[in-house]
């Protein structure tokens, strides 16, 4: 039953991953390519998303495979075979519980190492793309604005690197709005910036008094265009890229740091831990929900519809405890709570089914001892 259930569950992950990260990955590459960034930055951005992706299906795939493999079971007689060799409900849940253990630990790596390293990755990629004026003004045949009252267009970029039919606008001072046109441009590094080198251009001033235009040919001239883009440094003090450890032992001095509240902090610690009991409780409410019953030759969809909304009841409870653990970070305990009452929920359902298996198992031979048919 375990290794059914791994297989199942890599099924599964891999199905729910792909439809999540694919949805993600088209409206981000919708924006990267648009700001004309590479294939490969692309493909960087996508990857560094991908751990908090698996955390958000990884619940929802052993609650899949747990469902899936006990329906199987189920319908090829297997569970009733093991039924009718003296296993309980208890004994045979226990594959179903250290699948959810193994799945547990999976969620365990993911939030406390992998999520948090790829985000703190992920939010430094960002800022160094967001200061790449290469690739944001390398994108050829749209006006772009790369900052508040400045418009930069190009015709074409040849393989050399030239920059053909170049139009600048720089109306940063309403008064004396510019305009520079050049035929020929050159992106140039210099002194830790950029500057635009255009040739055999024309320059327009607009004199705001008088409304006269004076022009002006050049043979070349350069632009600073490091200012266009504002160096922003990424923050990385962020409760989401801070260790476990370091949430648990200062949480205060987290919180000063971040500039967000305790609420938060203690939110963010708690909700890493608690997303491993929610998975130890997805996969053993998928098994014990289907246990409960007699067989039927309609199979057992009643259990599975249970199975399933008590699920989404588990998750709507989440959501629920969020709200009072920000504003009162003493209330903490209650993010367990979901969890938990998962947990209690798996004890009722084979506590009651094994109650079920065992009056059937006295009524089946009471009437074997009076010589009734079974």
């Known amino acids: 039953m375990l290794s059914q259930f791994m297989i199942l569950f890599g099924f599964f992950a891999l199905i729910l991953v792909a439809i999540f990260w694919i949805n993600k990955a088209v409206r981000m590459f919708d924006h990267l390519i648009s700001d004309g960034q590479s294939a490969w930055v692309f493909l960087e951005f996508t990857a560094l998303t991908l751990p908090a992706v698996i955390a958000v299906v990884l619940p929802i795939a052993a609650f899949a495979a ?223 929900a289907l246990l409960l019953g007699t067989f039927s030759r309609f199979g057992v969809w009643w259990q599975i519809v249970t199975a399933f909304l008590l699920l989404v009841a588990i998750k709507l409870g989440e959501g629920m405890v969020s709200g009072p653990v920000l504003a009162n970070p003493a209330l903490w305990p209650l993010m367990y709570l979901p969890g938990l009452v998962g947990l209690a929920t798996v004890a009722v359902l084979l506590f009651f089914g094994s109650r079920a298996l065992a009056l059937r198992r006295i009524l089946v031979l009471g009437r074997s001892a009076r010589g009734d048919p079974a």
């Open 66 to 288: 747990a469902v899936y493999v006990t329906n199987r079971l189920s319908t090829e007689n297997e569970l009733t075979v093991m039924q009718a060799t003296g296993y309980s409900h208890w004994r045979m849940a226990r594959p179903a519980a250290i699948f959810g253990l193994i799945v547990a630990l999976m969620m365990s790596i993911l939030t406390h190492v992998l999520v948090p390293a790829s985000a703190e990755k992920l939010r430094l990629r960002e800022a160094e793309v967001a200061r790449n004026l290469t690739a944001k003004l390398l994108t050829v045949g749209e006006f772009l604005h790369p900052a508040s009252g400045v418009t930069f267009y190009i015709r074409s970029v040849t393989p050399e690197g030239e920059l053909q039919n170049v139009f600048l606008s720089d109306r940063r001072d309403p008064e004396n709005p510019i305009v520079y046109t050049s035929p020929r441009a050159y992106l140039v590094p210099q002194d830790g910036g950029t500057k635009l080198v255009m040739v055999s251009g024309l320059a327009q001033y607009l004199r705001g008094d008088g409304d006269r235009l004076f022009t002006t040919h050049y043979d070349d001239f350069s632009y600073d265009i490091s200012s266009l883009i504002p160096e922003g440094v990424a923050n990385l003090d962020k409760v989401e890229f801070v260790p476990t450890a370091t949430l648990l032992a200062a949480p205060e001095a987290v919180a000063e740091r971040t500039g967000a509240t305790l609420g938060q902090v203690v939110f963010e610690t708690h909700s890493r831990i608690s997303e491993a009991v929610i998975c130890v409780a997805a996969a053993l409410i998928g098994f014990a």
